[in-house]
């Protein structure tokens, strides 16, 4: 074996095992605080959704129903047009909330994936990143009713980050852990 391939053949192994980084964008953009919060994303789920448990038992059962679905890659589907979301909070004030369904719409501005919530009280404005083959990061911007969206940096009180999951061509979720009001864990899902 020559040298040139025994060198791509030792690049491929090792690439193939490192971890999946997000794009240098959303490096520059992320807060200290969000960077902070995907750090200890795994510590803060298990921390929510063992609280969860002890919710409803109904509500348990669809969380669980939710988060077993297995995860598919994001590459092969366009996620652009409107969909119906609703938030699921786990952890925190109460153990386990699960709310009605909403207005959702994702758009395409030539740069990425953008959503937005257009119903219910409580909505999110922001973008996505990609993060891996099966997971991308959301930076968004949380308001209140009709009131404008801050830009992403504005502060902890409006600032979310997430991780987004795909489970099928109709279906996906944004985890944020630890966000600023109410809970341990939000999740929003997504059908069509």
Known sequence: MSVRPLLLSLCLSVCAVLPAHADGEVQKLITAADKARLDKYGETRKAALDEAKAGDPAEAKQLDALLAKPLVAFSDKDLTGNW?????????????????????????????????????????????????????????????????????????????????????????????????????????????
């Open 84 to 192: 119906k979301c609703r938030t699921i909070k786990a952890g925190g004030l109460s153990p386990l909330v699960i709310y009605g369904w909403f207005k959702c719409k994702v758009s395409d501005d030539g740069s990425g994936w953008r959503l937005e919530k257009v119903s219910g009280s409580q909505r999110t404005k922001g973008r996505f990143f990609d993060d891996g083959e099966k997971r991308a990061i959301y930076l968004g911007s949380f308001t209140v009713n009709e009131d404008p969206a801050k830009p992403y940096g504005s502060g902890p009180q409006s600032d979310q980050v997430g991780y987004a999951f795909r489970n099928s061509a109709s279906e996906w979720r944004i985890e944020f852990p630890a966000p600023y009001y109410e809970s341990k864990l939000d999740i929003m899902e997504f059908k069509r």
